[in-house]
């Protein structure tokens, strides 16, 4: 499978080195590596956003520091505005899912841009992009941290690139899925101990008694580790039942 170049995240204007350091964090989760931050207020190098990024910059993401926006943007071919306000410009306005099909429509480099933590975007900022991209906020509370807005785009990002969830499609670690015959072999052990402690009664209605039970278990879509967990349980009350009798006729 082929995937599209992926964007380089631009952080406009950012204030706190804290906040550079979470937001790459917040990219690598996701398989964003380039990040650029233009006229960071507090420098960059910045030792605040070491502990914030748990790592995320010795693991793979790169960041580079320009003077202006301008600068950081000069050789991307079409970027998108982070933005929860609406603007006043003729440019195509759409959500995560709508801006990462816009991006991987392109056939050069590509990127997005966020505001600083304290005003966003300016308008100077926005005309310099394609397209807008907003989020589907509460309107009467529309405040998303630097980084929870970048996390927001990188896990659209992550999933249109069919990255799979940590436990998506998988078992979880509990086993492989218990064949027709160990199923068949746990019904079987089981109906002989019901048969044996006088469940199936009446017996006329022995064989639709044995079908709802089948059916149930089958529903449960067993893991050949529970089949023999289930089977060393009924054994265990078989053994516990032969030792109960044998009390009582002592």
Not at 48 to 69: H, K, N, R
Request: aromatic fraction near 8%.
């Amino acid at each position: 499978m082929n995937r599209p170049r992926q964007p380089v995240i631009i952080l406009a204007e950012p204030q706190l080195g804290e906040n550079i350091g979470s937001t790459a964090r917040a990219m690598l989760n996701f398989g964003l590596t380039e990040l650029r931050i233009a006229a960071p207020r507090d420098g960059w190098p910045n030792p605040a956003a070491e502990p914030l990024a748990a790592g995320a910059f010795e693991a793979g993401v790169t960041v580079t520091a320009f003077d202006s926006v301008e600068d950081a943007v000069a050789d991307l071919g079409f970027l998108v505005a982070a933005t929860a306000r609406p603007r006043e410009m003729e440019k195509p306005v759409t959500n995560a899912s709508g801006a990462i099909e816009l991006l991987t429509a392109q056939t050069t480099q590509v990127g997005v841009v966020f505001g600083n933590e304290a005003q966003g975007l300016s308008n100077n900022h926005i005309a310099l992009c394609d397209a807008i991209m907003t989020y589907p906020v509460n309107p009467g509370f529309a405040s998303l941290n630097l980084a929870q807005a970048v996390i927001v785009f990188a896990a659209a990002w992550g999933d249109a690139q069919g990255r799979e969830g940590r436990f998506e499609g998988k078992n979880a670690g509990v086993g492989d899925p218990a064949s027709r015959e160990e199923l068949i072999g746990m019904f079987e052990h089981f109906e002989d101990e019901l048969e044996r402690a006088g469940y199936f009664h009446p017996p006329d209605k022995t064989p639709l008694m044995m079908r709802n039970l089948r059916t149930a278990f089958i529903r449960g879509q067993w893991t050949s580790q529970e089949v023999r967990t289930f089977r060393g349980t009924i054994k265990a009350l078989a053994l516990g039942r032969g030792k109960a009798r044998i009390k009582r006729e002592d």
